[in-house]
């Protein structure tokens, strides 16, 4: 069990062994971006702020090499390695610019 922080949200997921980060929100009532929960649409794409992930097989036009490399995830791919902070990539500035000072 892996407790993960979403930056818009108030509480922390709880999220057991084998369970993607977006499987564990939704159960929780959380409103989290989604559409296809099979990594193909991009939608739940989310940044990955601190700790580890392992992703399953995703569609690389749903997220490519690039935005992987600088951080990103799809949270209905992202089974937890280790307790993490990320935040759902809404467009703000934290999530256009992951290496910017806050
Ligand atoms: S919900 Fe479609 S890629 Fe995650």
Request: proline share 5%.
């Amino acid at each position: 069990m892996w407790q993960v922080r979403v930056r818009q949200f108030d509480d922390v997921l709880e999220v057991a062994a084998g369970d993607t980060i977006l499987e564990a929100a939704l159960d929780l009532g959380h409103d989290y971006p989604h559409t296809c929960m099979g990594g193909t649409c991009g939608a739940c794409k989310t940044l990955l702020i601190s700790g580890e992930v392992d992703m399953k097989p995703y569609a690389h036009f749903a997220l490519t090499d690039a935005e992987r490399a600088a951080g990103y995830i799809l949270a209905c791919r992202a089974l937890p390695l280790a307790d993490c902070a990320v935040a759902i990539a809404d467009g703000s500035e934290e999530t256009l610019n992951p290496g910017a000072p806050a």
